[in-house]
């Protein structure tokens, strides 16, 4: 399974940017996907996870209320909806792939990784 990140860019503050995340097979139609991300620096950590069907997602406290994640299983894609950014969420983005349906927060469920794209907001 390939992922590919798109979608960061340079924003400024309260500003938005949508992330996707494209996977190369469909079979991650069957998967929870995951949004994690790391800035310099800092550990990398959670940020939002959808089920496989989409119907249970959860977010990280820091980002609840201000992104979205959301999935086309027949685009084989997932989304991240970043709004009202702040410079705190500036870091490199990944989407994962989870070996379960379930969402996670764990990144241990997640065996596939995709490169991850750089969101930079200025203050």
């Known amino acids: 399974v390939q992922l590919q990140a798109s979608g960061g860019g340079l924003v400024q503050t309260g500003g938005s940017l949508r992330l996707s995340c494209a996977a190369s097979?469909?079979?991650?139609?069957?998967?929870?996907m995951g949004w994690f991300r790391q800035a310099p620096g800092k550990e990398r950590e959670f940020v939002a996870t959808i089920s496989w069907n989409g119907g249970a997602r959860y977010y990280a406290e820091s980002v609840k209320g201000r992104f979205t994640i959301s999935r086309a299983n027949a685009k084989n894609t997932v989304y991240l909806q970043m709004n009202s950014l702040k410079p705190e969420d500036t870091a490199v983005y990944y989407c994962?792939?989870?070996?379960?349906?379930?969402?996670?927060?764990?990144?241990?469920?997640?065996?596939?990784w995709g490169r991850g794209t750089q969101v930079t907001v200025s203050s």
């Open positions: 994962a792939a989870s070996r379960y349906a379930s969402s996670s927060s764990q990144a241990g469920h997640y065996p596939y």
């Open positions: 097979v469909r079979t991650t139609s069957n998967n929870a």
